[in-house]
């Protein structure tokens, strides 16, 4: 279901006239069919040649515990108002899934990692803008 949602959005917007789009997705580097989801993405907007940047988010697991529980999350995400389910489900995950790719992994991908643990949003913004304009 979450998919044919976002699936119609990623369409209309493939038709628009919009300059660009950001999303985010955690994906599983160690489960081939994440691949190919980020793959029939891309494939959606193909038509308009688009730049496409992928953007590696790294923190370690600490500061990930303490962002799940912070006043932000806890107000724009319902999921994470029960944060011990929260906390127990990032570890879980962090166990099932590898979410961060490994060194020339995925090449023609061109992925730009940033460690953000200890930067703020708006710094790891100014990064993002200052590698692709």
């Not at 790719?101 to 953000?116: H, R, V």
Request: charged content about 40%; overall charge negative.
């Amino acid at each position: 279901m979450a998919k044919e949602i976002r699936f119609s959005i990623f369409r209309e917007i493939a038709k628009s006239e919009l300059p660009g789009l950001i999303f985010t997705y955690t994906w599983a580097f160690d489960h081939k069919e994440d691949e190919e989801y980020v793959d029939e993405i891309i494939e959606l907007f193909k038509d308009r040649n688009p730049k496409v940047c992928i953007v590696e988010l790294i923190c370690d697991k600490d500061e990930r515990l303490r962002r799940n529980r912070t006043e932000n999350r806890l107000q724009h995400k319902a999921s994470k108002r029960d944060v011990e389910f929260s906390d127990q489900l990032l570890i879980n995950e962090d166990k099932r899934y590898r979410t961060n790719s490994q060194e020339g992994e995925l090449p023609e991908k061109q992925i730009l990692k940033i460690d953000n643990t200890h930067l703020s949003a708006k710094e790891v913004a100014a990064l993002i803008t200052e590698k692709y304009h």
